[in-house]
């Protein structure tokens, strides 16, 4: 299999815990995109032009993230990231909509913080940082639940979101607000794969 990865992306650290937490890591030959480069050719492997992009080896495309994921899920005999069925499946895939979205919403800020000073739409900018603490907020609700329960694709979405928010955004002062989501996360950021995966400069 091969990943079309940038090193930095939230999306692509999900795959990179997830293809550690079931083994697979070696599986994996990494191919770096800069999804930025007006010539990138990432468009013929993903008409989205995103990363991470998983190119199975059968030559199957695959995107975005949770499908990469629930791919190599199905690759492993080990403890599933994601539940088969019923209400286990539900919270997993729930969870990780709330860590995705709140990346989503953290990106936009950023991508509009990086506009020409011109360009930007302060408004715009204040509803992702409204997101980011509105999901933070529902994952505070979560945070006990989520230190009892098998790990997920749900824990590894949300704990990849705050890792990015904080690389991205280190003044956000998240964790005063949300104490047991930062306990949470503190574990959570101790697994092999999270220390491994961690963003650097
Ligand atoms: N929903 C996608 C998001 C992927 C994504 O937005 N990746 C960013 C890198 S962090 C990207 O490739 N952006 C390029 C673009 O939006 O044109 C996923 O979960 O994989």
């Known amino acids: ?29 990494r191919i770096p995109t800069n999804v930025w480069d007006p010539n990138t050719d990432i468009g013929n492997d993903n008409p989205l032009g995103k990363v991470p992009t998983l190119i199975t080896d059968s030559g199957e495309r695959l995107y975005d993230s949770p499908v990469i994921c629930e791919y190599l899920d199905g690759l492993h005999n080990g403890k599933k990231l994601f539940p088969a069925s019923g209400k286990a499946r ?30 930007q739409w302060d408004k715009w900018a204040e509803r992702q940082a409204k997101v980011v603490a509105r999901a ?16 997920t694709i749900g824990h590894i979405a949300v704990g990849c979101s705050l890792g990015w928010l904080d690389f991205r955004f280190p003044d956000l002062g998240w ?6 989501l930062a306990d949470w996360y503190d574990d959570f950021a101790d697994r092999k794969s999270m220390v491994a995966t961690a963003p650097k400069e």
């Open 136 to 151: 933070m907020d529902a994952l505070e609700d979560e945070a006990d639940a989520m230190a009892e329960g098998p790990i």
């Open 90 to 119: 539900l919270k997993a895939i729930k969870l990780q909509a709330l860590g995705d979205g709140m990346t989503d919403a953290g990106v936009l800020r950023l991508l509009e913080d990086r506009r020409p000073k011109e360009l």
């Open 175 to 180: 964790r005063k607000q949300r104490p047991a």
């Open 1 to 29: 299999m091969k990943l079309r990865y940038s090193p930095l992306s939230p999306y692509v650290r999900k795959v990179a815990v997830t293809l550690i937490e079931t083994g697979l890591d070696k599986k994996v030959e």
